[in-house]
C-alpha cells in the first residue's frame, strides 16, 4: 500500500515542477502586465483624448429576428453588436491577446453606443453578462455583446398583404459628438445568421448608411443598418382570398335557385354576408388601426358589396315575383270573363316555364330575368374587379 503512495507522490511534484517551468519558460505574467496597463488608466476619459476623434468600427451579426408586429409597428431582433477600436493607453509588451470578461471589464474606456428608436432591449446574462473585451498587444480593442432589441420600424400598410417594408437599426454614441466619437459601419458590417427565417416574412436584402445628425448638442454619427422583409402572402391566400372567393361564388349560385323558395335564398344570402363580416372583423383584430385603406380592406369590402348585392337582387327578384302573380291572377279572371282571349299567353309566364330568357320585351322585367341577368353580370363583373386588383397590387 506505501509503494503506489509514494508514485502519485512523486508524480504530482513532478508535474509542478514542469508546470512552473512551461510558465515561467513561455508566459507572460498577464497580472503584471494588467497592474502595468491599468495603473494611472483614468476611464473616463476617451481613447487619444486631446487627438482627433476616436473611430469605432460597428459589426452587426444578427443571430435572429422575432418577427415583425403590425400592431406595435416594431420588430425584434438577436445580435452580436460587435465594436472594433484603437485604445493607444491599453498597448503592452507581448504577444498573447488580453480578454476582460463582463465584470473585469469596468476599468476601462467603453464607447457609450445607444439604439435610436429603440423600445426594449437587453444584454443576455446567462450564465454571465454576454460581454466581452478583447485587447491586443497594439491597443486594438475588440468589444462584443450578445443584445436582443426591440425597435420602432415605420410601416407603410396601404398594400397590405402584398407589401414589402423597410426597418432600420440605428445606433448613436449618447454622450460623444463627432468631435469625440466616430461610429461607421463598412460593408461588411452587416453579417447575418445563414438560414434566418422570420415568421410571416422573408428578409430580401440589407443595406448600410453613415449619417450624420445635427442635435442641438452637437453633430451626432448615426450609422444605420437597413433591412428588407416581403410579406409571404401564401398565407393570406389560403385564409382569406380563397375563402372569400368561395363565398361571393356561392353567392352567386342563389341564382340559380328558384326565386319562389324564398326561405333558400335569404338563408343563403344573409350566410354569407355574415360569414363576410365575421371574417373582416377577424382579420382586423390583429392588425393596427390606420387610418387609410389596406389592399385587404379593399378586397373584403368588395367581397361584401358582392354577396350583399346578392342578397339585395334576390329582394327585387322577391318583389317582381309578387307584381307577376298579381298580373297573372288578373289576366286569369279576365280569361275566365272573355273566354274568346283563349290562345293568348302573357310573355313573363312563357319564360317562367322556360324558353329563352334573355330575348324578351325589354320593359317586362321579371323574377326570372333579373336572375338571369345577374348570372353572368355577377360573374363578368366580379372577375373584372380581380383583374384590376391583381394587377394593381402585383404588377405596380
Ligand atoms: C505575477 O506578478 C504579480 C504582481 O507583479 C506577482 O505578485 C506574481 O507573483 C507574479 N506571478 C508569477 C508567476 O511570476
Ligand atoms: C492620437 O492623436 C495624435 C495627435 O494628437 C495622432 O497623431 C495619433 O495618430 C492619434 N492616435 C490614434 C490611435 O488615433
Ligand atoms: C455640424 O455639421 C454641419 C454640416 O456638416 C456643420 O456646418 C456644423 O458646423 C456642425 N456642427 C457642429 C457643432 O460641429
Not at 60 to 83: A, H, K, N, W
Not at 137 to 162: I, K
Amino acid at each position: 500500500m506505501r509503494n503506489p503512495c509514494r508514485a502519485t507522490q512523486i508524480c504530482t511534484a513532478f508535474l509542478c515542477v514542469l508546470s512552473a517551468v512551461r510558465y515561467t519558460v513561455e508566459g507572460t505574467n498577464t497580472t503584471a502586465v494588467l497592474n502595468n496597463i491599468l495603473n494611472g488608466y483614468d476611464k473616463r476619459l476617451r481613447p487619444n483624448d486631446t487627438g482627433p476623434p476616436v473611430r469605432i468600427k460597428i459589426v452587426v451579426y444578427i443571430e435572429s429576428m422575432e418577427g415583425i408586429r403590425e400592431s406595435t409597428m416594431d420588430f425584434s431582433v438577436t445580435m452580436y453588436l460587435r465594436m472594433f477600436w484603437r485604445d493607444p493607453r491599453l498597448s503592452f509588451e507581448g504577444d498573447q491577446t488580453i480578454i476582460f470578461k463582463s465584470g473585469d471589464m469596468d476599468n476601462v474606456w467603453i464607447p457609450d453606443v445607444v439604439f435610436l428608436y429603440e423600445k426594449q432591449s437587453k444584454v443576455h446574462s446567462v450564465t454571465q453578462m454576454n460581454r466581452l473585451l478583447r485587447v491586443d498587444p497594439d491597443g486594438s480593442v475588440a468589444y462584443s455583446s450578445r443584445v436582443s432589441a426591440t425597435l420602432a420600424c415605420n410601416m407603410m400598410l396601404q398594400r397590405f398583404p402584398m407589401d414589402s417594408q423597410k426597418c432600420t437599426i440605428v445606433m448613436s454614441s449618447y454622450a460623444y459628438s463627432t468631435r469625440d466619437v466616430m461610429l461607421y459601419l463598412e460593408e461588411d458590417s452587416i453579417q447575418i445568421e445563414p438560414g434566418i427565417t422570420i415568421s410571416k416574412f422573408s428578409l430580401t436584402g440589407s443595406d448600410i448608411a453613415n449619417a450624420e445628425v445635427p442635435y442641438l448638442l452637437g453633430n451626432y454619427s448615426t450609422p444605420k443598418c437597413h433591412f428588407y422583409f416581403m410579406r409571404q402572402m401564401e398565407s393570406f391566400f389560403l385564409t382569406v382570398y380563397i375563402p372569400t372567393v368561395l363565398l361571393v361564388s356561392i353567392a352567386w349560385l342563389s341564382f340559380w335557385i328558384d326565386a319562389k323558395a324564398a326561405p333558400a335564398r335569404v338563408a343563403l344570402g344573409i350566410t354569407t354576408v355574415l360569414t363576410v363580416t365575421t371574417m373582416t372583423a377577424g382579420i382586423q383584430d390583429t392588425l393596427p388601426v390606420v387610418t387609410y385603406a389596406k389592399a385587404i380592406d379593399i378586397w373584403l369590402a368588395v367581397c361584401l358589396l358582392f354577396v350583399f348585392f346578392s342578397l339585395l337582387e334576390y329582394g327585387m327578384a322577391n318583389y317582381l315575383l309578387v307584381v307577376q302573380t298579381r298580373r297573372e291572377k288578373k289576366k286569369a279572371r279576365d280569361i275566365e270573363q272573355s273566354p274568346s282571349k283563349e290562345g293568348e299567353r302573357d310573355p313573363a309566364i312563357t319564360s317562367v316555364e322556360g324558353g329563352d330568357c334573355c330575348r324578351q320585351r325589354p320593359q317586362l322585367w321579371t323574377a326570372h330575368r333579373l336572375d338571369c341577368l345577374a348570372r353572368w353580370s355577377y360573374p363578368a363583373v366580379f372577375i373584372m374587379f380581380n383583374v384590376f386588383y391583381w394587377v394593381y397590387f402585383l404588377v405596380f
